[in-house]
């Protein structure tokens, strides 16, 4: 396995399968003259990259053995430092809230929040050695009502506020931590796990609009795999700069990149009501409103 040249900088990321943002992520370190070190539950995945003279460790991030071991072998690659760590691995998950499962809850929960903060746990040696840099992948869910997506904006609110306080506790260290306020992107995401409504279900009459919220980040002003990991790899490697300029001049806290990415910046910025009513029409709540409301009628009358 090829390692770094004298005074390379590495990187690890989280979830690299093809067709994945985390493969488009590693390109683009690539390009910038990183070492990358690419993980995936299955490393034969990554033979593309491995070619390219990338390394390609195994990795479950759900795993805390898996979890050792790729710690150790990313450690003899090298030298026991690593200057970048981009928790990128993660899981959509597209229910409505009064129909979930709780262990399937608790296995997103797993993916996108307790994987995060086991590999800073678990790496953080290796950052402190070069004061390096945590990138976690957050989405615009965290602060925006994605419709049906009530678990998968909990996970991303998550990560957000653990993120802020890490920033704060790492800092007397020199590492350094960077949250993606991710938009919509062009990624396999859609493809992983889909979830059915229940035959009981309170939305049975809009299961329409559920199929097609199902697809909504592949198809609603989406942005290119590889534009987005250009842009984020590119924010990764500004320069450090003081204070609140961070957000303009230098490497920034938050990087908020995607489709719809600056629209939410905005909104943010005006106030929730201002998110919530856009979120209102792009979810279509008019037409739930007018599908639903029967049915609210029949929920009081069994009662």
């Not at 770094?4 to 985390?22: D, E, R, S, Y």
């Not at 026991?80 to 262990?103: E, Q, R, Y």
Request: charged fraction near 15%; proline fraction near 4%.
């Amino acid at each position: 396995m090829t390692g770094p040249k004298p005074g390379q900088k590495t990187v690890l990321v989280t979830g690299c399968t093809p067709g994945g943002i985390g493969h488009a992520i590693c390109l683009a370190y690539h390009e910038q003259g990183l070492h990358v070190i690419a993980t995936a539950r299955r490393p034969e995945v990554l033979s593309g990259l491995a070619e390219m003279g990338m390394s390609a460790v195994a990795l479950d991030v759900t795993n805390a053995e898996s979890i050792k071991q790729c710690h150790e072998e990313v450690s003899k690659i090298t030298g026991g430092k690593l200057d970048i760590l981009v928790n990128n691995a993660g899981c959509t998950h597209t229910h409505p809230a009064t129909d979930i499962s709780m262990p399937d809850v608790r296995n997103t929960f797993e993916t996108n929040v307790f994987s995060v903060m086991a590999m800073v746990q678990a790496f953080v040696d290796l950052l402190i050695a070069t004061k390096g840099l945590i990138v976690n992948i957050s989405s615009l869910s965290s602060i925006t009502p994605y419709l049906f997506g009530s678990v998968y904006c909990a996970s991303k609110a998550a990560i957000s506020a653990y993120s802020r306080t890490l920033r704060f506790e790492l800092a007397p260290f020199g590492v350094r931590v960077m949250v993606s306020v991710t938009g919509t992107v062009k990624s396999n995401v859609a493809t992983q796990t889909v979830r059915v409504l229940p035959e009981d279900s309170l939305y049975k009459r809009v299961q329409h609009i559920f199929q097609w919220r199902i697809g909504f980040s592949q198809h609603y002003a989406t942005m290119g795999t590889n534009k987005f990991a250009a842009g984020l790899v590119g924010a990764s490697l500004r320069p450090e700069v003081p204070g609140w300029l961070r957000t303009w001049f230098g490497r920034p806290d938050w990087f908020w990149h995607g489709g719809n990415s600056t629209a939410v910046w905005f909104g943010n910025c005006i106030g929730e009501w201002f998110v919530d009513s856009g979120c209102w029409r792009a979810f279509r709540m008019q037409e739930m409103l007018k599908l639903l409301t029967p049915v609210a009628e029949e929920q009081k009358k069994l009662k």
